[in-house]
């Protein structure tokens, strides 16, 4: 079964709102996190890392004030998508590190709609 | 810092035949190599991956894939495509840092698959 849980799957917003996305690891205490995005006929692009107890590390481009990143727990990591425009509607997805020697477990995605 | 190069973005095969998808990274030391599949609409799948030790890798659904160093390639092979298979492809890289891996997918290939 599933080790990440993502959630919602898909979530429509109307422009300006905001939405949180919710990155869980069901059987794995994670003290990092990262989250990807994918706009459409692309390829996954890494946004940023989430880190539990301190502040989530940023790519290059990424805007901090605009995808607020919060790891919560161990378990848990949350990104919200603040006054949502059209051009932030993609494909968001997290993973979930396990190691050095370990593949990263992927959550399920979750697709975002801004109209 | 890594990267991946997938040279070709779309590829037809006629079911049955042969298959193979090309990838190539750049990485200062040991790579950790992997092949994921994303169905349309889904998350990612993971097909095989390369730590160390033999360099002809199995992975699931019948997909092997061959490490060369010399080369810098990871090339995805499957004997005989089934029209389940179509779907798009990412290679990844890996980079051991702080005891996880931070992935970077290379730009997809699109598999279709005819009768």
């Known amino acids: 079964g599933a080790v990440v849980s993502q959630h919602p799957s898909w979530v429509i917003c109307k422009s300006g709102t905001s939405v949180k996305i919710e990155c869980r690891s069901l059987d794995f205490q994670a003290t990092t996190m990262f989250w990807y995005r994918q706009f459409p006929k692309q390829s996954l692009m890494l946004m940023a890392t989430s880190n539990e107890g301190s502040k989530a590390t940023y790519e290059q481009g990424v805007e901090k004030d605009k995808f607020l990143i919060n790891h919560a727990s161990l378990t848990l990591s949350t990104l919200t998508v603040t006054s949502a425009h059209p051009e932030d509607s993609s494909f968001y997805i997290c993973?979930?590190?396990?190691?050095?020697?370990?593949?990263?477990?992927f959550g399920q995605g979750t697709r975002l709609t801004v109209v | 810092a890594q990267s991946v190069t997938q040279p070709d973005i779309h590829i037809t095969v006629s079911e049955g035949a042969s298959l193979e998808l090309r990838c190539n990274y750049s990485y200062g030391a040991t790579p950790y190599l992997f092949w994921y599949v994303q169905s349309p609409g889904q998350g990612l799948q993971l097909l095989l991956k390369?730590?160390?030790?033999?360099?002809l890798v199995q992975g699931i659904k019948g997909f092997e894939a061959e490490f060369k160093r010399s080369q810098s390639s990871f090339n995805l092979r499957k004997p005989s495509v089934h029209w389940s298979d179509a779907a798009e492809y990412f290679c990844a890289v890996g980079a051991g840092s702080g005891g996880y891996q931070k992935v970077t997918f290379g730009t997809g290939t699109k598999l279709q698959v005819i009768p």
């Open positions: 993973s979930v590190p396990r190691g050095r020697y370990t593949e990263a477990f």
């Open positions: 390369y730590f160390s030790g033999d360099t």
